[in-house]
Structures are given as C-alpha cells and as structure tokens.
C-alpha cells in the first residue's frame, strides 16, 4: 500500500520533467533532410538556431537508399522535414515518413517541404508521363541543386519557411541569408572563371546526374553511359555510345561514385576518353563538408582533366 504513492509522486514528478523538456528543447528547431546537400543549404541559413541533419550519405545514390530503422527515429523527432521531391526518393522515404506517425512531417503538413519547387527543373517531360520505360526522372530532373544558383534558391526557401515557424528568429535567418547570398556570389564568379576556357566542351555522362551543372557551366552532353535514367547499359548502347564519342572527340567520361567503373574504364580506353568520377553531392568525399566545398571539388576536378586532355 505505501508503494502506491510513492510511485505515483515518482510518476507525477515524471510528468511534470517531462513538461519542462520540450520547452528547453524548443529553442531550436530539429531539420532533417533527405540528402546531405539540402542539410549543407539549412545550415547556411539556419546557423545555431536550429540542428540540421541528413539522412542519405552524399556517397550514396540518393534514388536508392536502403532504409534503417534508426532514420525513423530521427523522422519522429523532426520539425522540418525537406525533400528533394520529383520522385527522387520515392524508392525509399515514403514508407518511413508514414510509419514515423509524425504528424508535423507528413506530405501536406506544414513541416514538410520539397525543395523543388524552389528550383529551376531542367528536363520536364513532355507529354504523358509514364514509368513503363524504367525511367526513373518522370518528372523532370531532380538532380537540380548542382546549379549554385538553385543552391541560393533552395537556401531562400528554407530560410522563409524558418522564418515562418520561429518569427522571433526571423532576422537572424535573413541575415545568414545575405551572408550566404553575398559569398555564393564571390564564389560563383571563381568557378565561372575556372570553366570559361572549356565552354562547349563534350563530355559523356553516367547517369542524367548533371544538366544543371554543365548548363551553368556552358558543357555539352552528348550522350548517356546508361540508357535511360536507372536502366543498366546495354552491349549495343554502348557500342553506339563509343562511335558517337570517337566521331565528336569526346574527351570526358563523368561518372558519379556510385557506379561501378567497369564499363566507363572499357569505353574510354577504346575511345582515349578518360573517366573522372564527379561528386553530386556534399559529403561525396570526406573533405566534401559544405555546398561551396562541392563546388570547388568539381570544378578543380573537370579543369584538371581538361587540361590533361588538350
Ligand atoms: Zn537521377
């Protein structure tokens, strides 16, 4: 009998403990993104007032992530959860994002944006859209946040969707903002100076990872290692592939880390190509730690095999 009370003051302490923590907790805001790149963006606007976290690595092809249980543990404790969208992650977060019964995050609910519709999309199809043909961007390319000048959109987005669930922060997220608005530009006019000398340059890609880039940067993709987006190369395409690459001179295989080398390392050494694996993401290697670092990486890489290629 004397047990009851105790417990029931131990509970009731409990309770009152348990109060207390979401309003300590409150004071900054939890942002769980998808991939590694929208996670660099919401620091940049974010600062200290909120704790960001991905969960795709930035080595990982972010079409095909595996799902763990622990990311469900973090989409339960998420304010702000921000996709990519277009599909990119339809093979894996839909399910975990129900399962979670976080109501902020679900599609819909105000704690759930997709970064997309911030950006320019390149690519939309035309037409009706079908998946019958394995392509796995049916609604134009997700792959938008390699144009820095989506970066600078997706980071806007994020901070006025900030703004709008902590208003008393709203100042301090506009002033990361400029901040990041203002070196973006300083940066942006360094990579445009690296590239210049290699506009309309051709160059072969893996996977349909790159339009943004190589439009900012004035490339020319001529042609695909894989047939069509997430369909494995076939021995005919790849033969088509390597007299398209001899007749243009094309000196560049980008291939994203993800992909096995086997067939890109055959086709440029028949064709005198060479491959360079190209990061499209922060965090694709170690040093790779924010989006002005991913940038630099890529850059430096294709100057240096433009160079090497002369
Ligand atoms: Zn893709």
Redesign the pocket.
Known sequence: MTKRPALALLLTACLALAGLAPAAAASKLKVLTTTEDLAALAREVGGDRVEVEAIARGYQD??YVEAKPSYILKLNKADLLVVVGLQ?EIGWLPPLVTQCGNPKIQPGASGYIEAAQFADILEIPAGQITRAMGD??PLG???YWLDPRNGLRIARGIQQKLAQMKPEDAAYFEQRFQNFSQRMGEAEKRWDEQMKPYRGRKVVTY???WPNLVKRFGLDVVGYVEPK??IPPSPGHIVELMRMMKRDNVKLILVEPYFDLKTPNSVAAQTGAQVVVLLPSVGGEKEVTDYFKLFDYDVNLMVRAFQAAR
């Open positions: 972010p079409h990119l796995v961007h390319n997700p792959h996977h349909r990872s987006p997430g």
